[in-house]
């Protein structure tokens, strides 16, 4: 087997050559325009902006800070400026149904004008039509209806009166109406005088009386049909007068509006209502001081029934609206009805029907955050709603769910023509497309950002652009060439690969804002690289706490890692921290212990419930390892268990199933493991090593003890030779690696880890399996064989020693049969 080499300096990290620069400083450069690395994701959302059909709405997915929001703000801002403007949106009273205001649709500025016409028209009729009413020429028609039926009945009357005196009789009035009295020589005859008449007379009398009863009561009857008939006289002539004096207010409007049907209809009834509604306008008007009346919400004499409620302006808007709900609650998104107290009452008109996000973004564009959409309650169901229905319908929920009993407003629905962008991680997107069977009919367009874009020369000149557009943007100091170099070797840590960039365009905003900064301090024209180094290291100084607290209890013994000497069955694993931004990696001393037994892999972070798994798989793994390669014709009689000692937490991942498989064959074969390396890498079945992540993390946490503890000639960490394009060191691991104080081995199989780890050639098997003589295998081969034959000899006694008594666990249960087998 040939013999693992360390990786030479020049591997360890893939350094920018600032020759590839023609430039001095970012200065010199022009802005970027387009975006980087994200050409699949721009296809897609140009495609789903300029997708005019039902469901063809947006989901932007990737990692927040990629700049998504940015580049499709950019493609909107592009397309919106020649695109017309949408209609206005305006609510006015139902005179026929005040409970359901009537949406009025205008071309965009109109809804304006038509509010304005129609409070200069609501001005004029309260100014006007008083005037008209005290106007001379009105009195003057009204005083001869009044004559004409005022005459007309005392006329009839007074034709009584005379047929009653030619038969002696005279019409007397009472307060109670009208009695006939005979009369004698124009007196009324007392009831002493009628009695002395004589019996003809009195007989005549009554009979004429009779007849005289019928003529007033034949106009009597008359009367109410006279005084309808006034009414209806009068009536037409505060018609008329009221025609007079605003009818060619209401006949501009009507032409003004002509290509409108909704607006005429809307003037028809305004018409009429003026006409039936004179009174209002007649009276004195409200005391101003009541709140209600100055909302136009009062129950007496309210005028604001003839104003209009602009609900949507476009007036001012050049292009189609983007709107970017941050806050997307049902309310703010689907509108709502506002309500005023009124002496202990709550009332309301269409002018407090508010707009929603929808409304404002119809015609256009409208922005939300996944996120913040799916915590509000009922807005996901609302949008989807809406979005299904193409229709904007303001529903209260306290009376949707019959939650208070306040009589409410149903406002005319408002058709809906939207294009919904949703911005949020991926996560979200496949649960909602999994578990919400409405997603995917909703939102069929999907543009995923890169979270990266290889590395090339043509690439770093497009992120020294882009820092020279932030840097002009926020109106910071140029950077220079070396300082863009650090910025982009810095941006391939982040992507945790020396061929790759990181898209995270927050953090690269952040660090040159930072590092600009840093450059004000030192008094420099001009950003440098010393100045992003520094940025860099400052943010990590804010962040390491935690880790500076692990490094100490390391360096003062109270967590135990050698990094010098050799023991059996332990070795240095390496585990990496996630705090917030912040990731770091640590050493963790890893155990095994093995011993006669029935075949069975003990994880102790697994049986206390301290492994998740991940973990747990890649112990399996290792057992069905063993198994493979040592134990094909004949039971696995060992019982081993595998600890991380000292760890308090849970452990997840598969990247220290290698150290745990060297620790294991390091027990088995009785050969000590070099303390002064350390192990990360995860394997498979057959042994090949596989590749971790955060590797560079990995490797600096173990340099950090080594380093403090002093580096010697031996320390190194052993990582899987498929990281090795992954790494981006930092500048001192590189030159403790260059002054041979520190080195790093790629490896490909566990075979390759354990000869570095135990300095033992690990061997290879001849064509009938069987291992060099010495060799590690051959060890732990020969350890095996002896535990089965120390386990055939307690079967033969018959004494159980195929299963730990101690073992309770499951996966014991399961391997207990195998061990009684017959070799």
Known sequence: ???????????????????????????????????????????????????????YNLYVMGPSGSGKHTMVRQLLDQRVAGEESPFDWCYAHNFSQPHKPRVIRLSAGRGAKLCRDMQQLVDELSATIP??????????????????????????????????????????????????????????????????????????IESDTVMLQEMLEKVVHQVPRWRRERMQRVRRLNEEAVLFAVGHLIESLRQEYADSQVVK??????????????????????????????????????????????????????????????????????????????????????????????????????????????????????????????EIRIESLGQMYSLVSTVSLEPEPIPLDVKVVVFGDRLLYYLLANHDPEFSELFKVCADFEDEVPRSADNHLLYARLIATLARRDQLRPFDRQAVARTIEHCARRAEDAEKLSTHMESLADLVREADFWAGASARAAVSGEDVERAIQAQIHRADRLRERGHEAILRGTLQIETSGSTVGQINGLAVFQLGQFAFGQPARITAATRLGSGVLIDIQREVKLGGAIHSKGVLILSSFLAARYSREQPLSLSASLVFEQTYGMVEGDSASLAELCALLSSLAGVPIRQSLAVTGSVDQFGRVQAIGAVNEKIEGFFEICSRRGLGAEQGVIIPASNVA?????????????????????????????????????????????????????????????????????????????????????????????????P
């Open 1 to 55: 087997m040939d013999q693992v080499k360390p990786l030479m300096p020049g591997q360890l990290s893939r350094h920018c050559d600032v020759g590839e620069f023609s430039f001095e400083t970012t200065a010199e450069l022009e802005d970027i325009s387009e975006i980087i690395g994200q050409v699949r994701a721009v296809d897609a959302a140009q495609f789903g902006i300029g997708m005019r059909r039902d469901g």
């Open 131 to 204: 005037t008209v009413f005290e106007g001379e020429e009105y009195r003057h028609r009204l005083a001869e209806i009044n004559n004409e039926f005022g005459e007309r009945q005392a006329k009839a009357f007074n034709e009584v009166g005379d047929a009653a005196n030619k038969h002696g009789i005279v019409l007397l009035g009472t307060p109670n109406g009208f009695s006939f009295a005979p009369a004698k020589d124009g007196e009324v005859v007392s009831p002493e005088e009628f009695a002395k008449l004589s019996p003809e007379e009195q007989q005549k």
């Open 265 to 390: 209809t809307y003037l028809d009834e305004v018409q009429q209502n003026i006409i039936e509604s004179l009174d209002d306008f007649r009276q004195p008007k409200e005391d101003q001081s009541n709140p209600a009346a100055l909302l136009g919400v009062s129950e007496t004499t309210d005028l604001s029934r003839f104003r209009i409620n602009l609900l949507v302006d476009h007036g001012q808007c050049q292009g189609t609206p983007i709107i970017d709900e941050d806050h997307p609650t049902y309310q703010n998104l689907i509108g709502r009805v506002e309500y005023l107290s009124q002496l202990g009452t709550l009332v309301t008109n269409f002018t407090q029907i508010k707009p929603g996000a929808l409304h404002l973004a119809n015609g256009g564009y409208l922005l939300l955050d996944a996120l913040k959409l799916l915590t509000q309650p009922f807005s996901w169901e609302a949008l989807k709603r809406a979005l299904s229905k193409r």
């Open 726 to 822: 992954h790494l981006m060191l930092r500048r001192d691991v590189i030159a403790a690696a260059q002054a041979g104080s520190f080195y790093i081995y790629p490896v490909r199989t566990v075979d390759q880890a354990l000869a570095l780890l135990t300095g033992v050639n690990a061997g290879e098997p001849d064509d009938a399996g069987v291992f060099p003589e010495n060799s590690l295998n051959r060890l732990v081969a020969d350890r095996l064989q002896n535990l089965a034959e120390i386990r055939r000899r307690y079967g033969k006694d018959g004494v159980s020693g195929g299963k730990d008594s101690d073992d309770k666990s499951p996966q014991a249960q399961n391997s207990a049969g195998t061990g009684h087998l017959a």
